[in-house]
Nanobody, 124 residues
Framework: QVQLVESGGGLVQAGGSLRLSCAAS????????MGWFRQAPGKERLFVAA????????YYADSVKGRFTISRDNAKNMVYLQMNSLKPEDTAVYYC?????????????????WGKGALVTVSS
């Protein structure tokens, strides 16, 4: 079992930055690929970024490539999402996710564990 708790959401002006954090429970954290998703009001939940268990491989949705950076610290059981140059269309609830198979995260199919989400609001 893995429990995920997001933090760091809030209100920011367009062009600003925020860093989301996800704290994971469990001694097997380093065996999981991790990811971030987001869900805007009235929309489906979409893939944002993923990172392999080792941190060597990262993947991004085209909409955030070059602006967002995913990272992890296996010693602290943490995963992060640094968000720069934020736009109003980035407004959403952001979810942390974990799965042994990174393809599940990248395809948003059958992901094993989800956090409860953190709201990010970007004002214009």
């Amino acid at each position: 079992q893995v429990q995920l708790v997001e933090s760091g959401g809030g209100l920011v002006q367009a062009g600003g930055s925020l860093r989301l954090s996800c704290a994971a429970s469990g001694r097997t954290f380093s065996s999981y690929a991790m990811g971030w998703f987001r869900q805007a009001p009235g929309k489906e939940r979409l893939f944002v970024a993923a990172i392999s268990w080792s941190g060597d491989s990262t993947y991004y949705a085209d909409s955030v490539k070059g602006r967002f950076t995913i990272s992890r610290d296996n010693a602290k059981n943490m995963v992060y999402l640094q968000m720069n140059s934020l736009k109003p269309e980035d407004t959403a609830v952001y979810y942390c996710a974990a799965d042994h198979i990174i393809a599940a995260i990248r395809s948003n199919y059958g992901v094993d564990y989800w956090g409860k989400g953190a709201l990010v609001t970007v004002s214009s």
